[in-house]
C-alpha cells in the first residue's frame, strides 16, 4: 500500500450502481481498510451530497458511500418501490454491487434514518453498527390523534417548483445563516436547477406520498426488536427549544420508546447536538462527522 496520504476531501469515485431493479447514483470516499466501511442514507426529498461536508473527515480511514435513494437525486425515479422492503433491498444490492463487504456501518437522516432501521431489522447479520441522525424515532401514527388523511396533508412536500433560485437560496440562508459557502451548491444540486434559474423539486407529489405512507405503515414494536447492531441517535436540539416545542417532545419519547424497545442492543447511545437544526449534516458537519467517528472507533 502507498505511503502517499489519500486525498479524501474529494470523492473518489461518482457513478451509478444497480439496486433492486433501478439504477441508483452513489458518490464514494476513501479507500478500503480494515475499518468497517460506511453506508450513508439522505432524508426525504434530499440527496446523497447532503453528506458533503461530513464524509469527508469519515473517509479518512474507511470506505464510504453515500447513495441517491431510489426517485431522489441523481437516481432512477420509478413510479413503485417506495416501500421499505424494496428500499433495503435497493441497498444490499447496491452494497454487494460496490464491493463493501459482509459486514458494514450504516447511517441515515431523518427518514433516511427509518430506512437504516429498516435494512438493521431486515439484515441484521449485516449492519455492524447503526446511526440514526435526527430521525428512527416516533413512527408517523404513533401521533396523537393523527390519521392517515391529517398527516397526509400535513406533511405533503411544499409546491416550490418554479422558485428563483435566489430566493431559494435565501430561505436555505435565513435558516443556517452561519452555513458554509459550499452550503448553496449542495442545495442547488439537492433539487433541479433549470434552465430559466429557477428550482423544483426532484421527488415527485406522488412518490414522497408513497413514502409518508410506508412511513405511516411502519410498527415500531416489530423494528426495533429486530435491532442488535450498537446504535447510536444523533439528534437536534433547537438553539430556543420552549415546553410547547411539539417535535421535541415527540422527538424525547419517540427516543425513549426507542431506547427502551432496543434494550437487547449491545449499546444504545443518545447525542443531543445543541444549537442545531434538523439538517445537521449541513449545519453542524464538523461536530457531526466527530460524533460519528468516535462511536465507529468504540464499537469497533
Not at 2 to 24: C, K, M
Not at 83 to 96: G, L, N, Q, R
Not at 120 to 139: C, N, T
Not at 162 to 185: N, Q, S
Request: net charge negative; hydrophobic share 45%; aromatic share 6%.
Amino acid at each position: 500500500m502507498s505511503d502517499t496520504p489519500q486525498d479524501t476531501t474529494r470523492p473518489t469515485h461518482d457513478g451509478y450502481v444497480n439496486g433492486a431493479g433501478v439504477r441508483l447514483h452513489y458518490i464514494e470516499w476513501g479507500q478500503q481498510t480494515d475499518k468497517t466501511p460506511l453506508l450513508l442514507l439522505h432524508g426525504l426529498a434530499s440527496a446523497a451530497r447532503i453528506w458533503d461536508l461530513v464524509a469527508p473527515t469519515l473517509a479518512r480511514d474507511r470506505r464510504v458511500v453515500a447513495l441517491d435513494q431510489r426517485g431522489h437525486g441523481q437516481s432512477e425515479k420509478p413510479d413503485h418501490g417506495y416501500d421499505f422492503a424494496t428500499m433495503s433491498a435497493d441497498d444490499i444490492a447496491a452494497v454487494d454491487a460496490l464491493g463493501l463487504g459482509e459486514r458494514f456501518a450504516v447511517a441515515g437522516h431523518s427518514w433516511g434514518a427509518n430506512v437504516a432501521l429498516e435494512l438493521a431489522a431486515a439484515h441484521p447479520d449485516r449492519v455492524a453498527a447503526l446511526i440514526l441522525v435526527d430521525g428512527g424515532f416516533g413512527m408517523l401514527r404513533q401521533r396523537p390523534g393523527a390519521t392517515w388523511e391529517q398527516i397526509s396533508v400535513q406533511l405533503a412536500p411544499p409546491n416550490f417548483a418554479g422558485t428563483p433560485r435566489e430566493t431559494f437560496l435565501g430561505w436555505i440562508h435565513a435558516e443556517m445563516p452561519d452555513a458554509r459557502p459550499e452550503v448553496d451548491d449542495i442545495e442547488l444540486n439537492i433539487v433541479e436547477l433549470r434552465p430559466d434559474d429557477t428550482v423544483g423539486p426532484r421527488l415527485s407529489r406522488e412518490n414522497h406520498l408513497k413514502i409518508l405512507r410506508a412511513m405511516w405503515d411502519e410498527e415500531p414494536d416489530q423494528i426495533f426488536s429486530k435491532i442488535v447492531a450498537p446504535t447510536c441517535y444523533i439528534l437536534a436540539e433547537p438553539a430556543n427549544p420552549t415546553q410547547d416545542d411539539a417535535f421535541l417532545a415527540a422527538k424525547r419519547a419517540g427516543v425513549a420508546q426507542a431506547h427502551t424497545l432496543m434494550s437487547h442492543a449491545p449499546r444504545v447511545e443518545v447525542v443531543w447536538m445543541a444549537n442545531s437544526i434538523h439538517d445537521i449534516p449541513l449545519q453542524r458537519p464538523d461536530e457531526l462527522a466527530a460524533s460519528m467517528a468516535q462511536f465507529l472507533a468504540e464499537v469497533e
